[in-house]
């Protein structure tokens, strides 16, 4: 009789709660997609509710909400989160936006002052933003030389350091990752003076700080001595290395550094890498990468393009531009054999390694590589599965930053409580449209991205004054990043 009494007495509770959940009205729903998430696993169908920056439910259930996006026969996955860009404009980043990408850090070349770049983006950018420290900009500064027509030329890119500029530029680089920088960035191809001493001085900062070497190690096509130059630091110091963009460095002897990768990640040094989806690179005319140019037969000369015009060097236009400095897209110099091979490797990120605009133009790698990755070699050349694909742009690259930021640990996942993050794509329609004569063509088949609950692209156009843009930065004057 007592359990029949208080039986009756809550049931009325019980009911309300019910009805009082079937109410609730989200900010926004995201309506009968394929719910895709890379970590657990899951794949079905369902509806999505987001309330504020996150998300709140992912059911079966009928849901309402003040908006709602429609994503029948679309996925709904993880927004895509990109370690390696370059040129972090208002104009790049809409450009990223069409691609899916709802996270783009400039973690290669890093920023010379982390302070002042992210006050410059807080409130008014429309996807995550993050940098890493930048050892060029420091090096230069702790050696005194002076900014000529790019970041990475001139004399002191050349000359090793003295053991008191080495001090100075440890220094540096601490400050910067104690206001938060997301890692130090580092490009040793560039800066040819770099010495073992120094490289030791710099990982060292960077174990101190939990933070991550993002490195752009030396072009070596007879053996692995330039990976092992980085891995023996890594490994001496236990700090975290990231190798990036393999397919450019290691072109057609990528899959040889990337078995080194793996053995040393056996070994236990927390080694990660990266590839964009082209078999084509893209850099600057002034680097000291040619500073031999002049040897350079005539036929690889013309397979060079000028980004800002679009057309093919001669010997004549490349001494015209050397000296004044501007953007090149590279020949050819591996095989698309290469590129598919990295792709589909489960342990190999992928990043786009977006460039600068010129005149409004640059590589098209700033506009389709992660259209193409999930259109080109998941559907047409079915190379890897929509969910590994998935993986490699979300979970992986959150992983990567999260012992730095925890906060990492709430994105590249479709989960309750992760951040809202999401992107809604037609996997029959999706493919890259940018080429290399005419690379402003945003990716087709995007349908909707949300960033930190914001609907910032509604039926594959930009919603105005979206600024849903979050900093994704180390806790400031942290030792560890926290």
């Known amino acids: 009789m007592l359990i029949d009494a208080m039986r009756n007495r809550f049931l009325p509770l019980i009911a309300l709660a019910l009805s009082s959940c079937s109410t609730v009205t989200y900010d926004v729903v995201i309506r009968g997609g394929r719910v895709m998430d890379p970590e657990s696993g899951l794949d079905a169908v369902r509806n999505v509710g987001i309330q504020g920056r996150g998300i709140a439910a992912i059911?079966?259930?009928?849901?309402?909400?003040?908006?709602?996006?429609?994503?029948?026969?679309?996925?709904?996955?993880?927004?895509?989160?990109?370690?390696?860009?370059?040129?972090?404009?208002?104009?790049?980043?809409?450009?990223?936006?069409?691609?899916?990408?709802?996270?783009?850090?400039?973690?290669?070349?890093?920023?010379?002052?982390?302070?002042?770049?992210?006050?410059?983006?807080?409130?008014?950018?429309?996807?995550?933003?993050?940098?890493?420290?930048?050892?060029?900009?420091?090096?230069?500064?702790?050696?005194?030389?002076?900014?000529?027509?790019?970041?990475?030329?001139?004399?002191?890119?050349?000359?090793?350091?003295?053991?008191?500029?080495?001090?100075?530029?440890a220094q540096r680089l601490s400050q910067g990752l104690a206001h938060g920088a997301a890692g130090i960035g580092m490009l040793i191809a560039y800066t040819p003076g770099t010495t073992a001493e120094e490289l030791d001085a710099v990982f060292r900062v960077a174990k101190e700080h939990n933070a991550a070497a993002y490195v752009h190690i030396r072009t070596n096509r007879k053996d692995d001595r330039s990976l092992q130059e980085v891995l023996a630091p890594a490994r001496r110091h236990g700090t975290q290395l990231h190798v990036v963009h393999l397919n450019s460095t290691g072109q057609d002897r990528a899959m040889d550094l990337l078995a080194r990768i793996r053995a040393a990640q056996a070994e236990g040094i927390d080694v990660t890498?990266?590839?964009?989806?082209?078999?084509?690179?893209?850099?600057?005319?002034?680097?000291?990468?040619?500073?031999?140019?002049?040897?350079?037969?005539?036929?690889?000369?013309?397979?060079?393009?000028?980004?800002e015009t679009g057309e093919n060097l001669t010997r004549e236009t490349f001494a015209k531009f050397k000296p004044t400095g501007g953007l090149i897209i590279s020949p050819a110099s591996y095989s698309e054999e290469s590129v598919r091979k990295l792709v589909a490797d489960p342990i190999v990120m992928v990043a786009s390694d977006g460039m600068w605009l010129t005149n409004g133009k640059a590589h098209p790698r700033t506009w389709g590589s992660y259209a193409r990755v999930l259109g080109h070699y998941v559907r047409d050349q079915k190379v890897l599965s929509l969910m590994d694909a998935l993986r490699k742009m979300t979970l992986l690259p959150a992983n990567r930053l999260s012992q730095r930021i925890p906060g990492m640990k709430k994105k590249g996942r479709l989960q309750v409580d992760a951040d809202a993050d999401l992107v809604v794509f037609d996997p029959a329609a999706i493919i890259d449209k940018a080429t290399y004569q005419n690379p402003v063509q945003n990716s087709a088949g995007i349908n909707h991205v949300v960033v930190n609950g914001v609907v910032t692209l509604r039926d594959g156009s930009i919603v105005d004054g979206a600024a849903g843009g979050k900093a994704i930065r180390a806790a400031v004057g942290s030792r560890n990043g926290g």
Not at 285 to 295: E, G, L, P, R, T
């Open 273 to 307: 890498t990266e590839s964009y989806p082209y078999n084509r690179g893209s850099t600057t005319i002034d680097s000291h990468a040619f500073d031999d140019w002049q040897k350079m037969p005539d036929k690889e000369i013309g397979e060079y393009i000028w980004v």
């Open 59 to 169: 059911t079966e259930d009928d849901i309402s909400g003040r908006q709602t996006l429609e994503a029948a026969s679309r996925v709904v996955s993880p927004g895509f989160i990109d370690l390696h860009q370059h040129g972090d404009s208002a104009e790049v980043y809409r450009a990223k936006i069409h691609d899916g990408v709802t996270s783009a850090l400039e973690l290669e070349l890093g920023v010379e002052d982390v302070e002042a770049w992210y006050r410059e983006r807080e409130g008014k950018t429309i996807l995550n933003f993050g940098a890493a420290v930048s050892h060029p900009d420091h090096r230069r500064l702790a050696m005194g030389g002076k900014l000529l027509k790019s970041r990475l030329s001139g004399d002191w890119a050349v000359a090793p350091m003295t053991a008191e500029q080495i001090a100075a530029l």
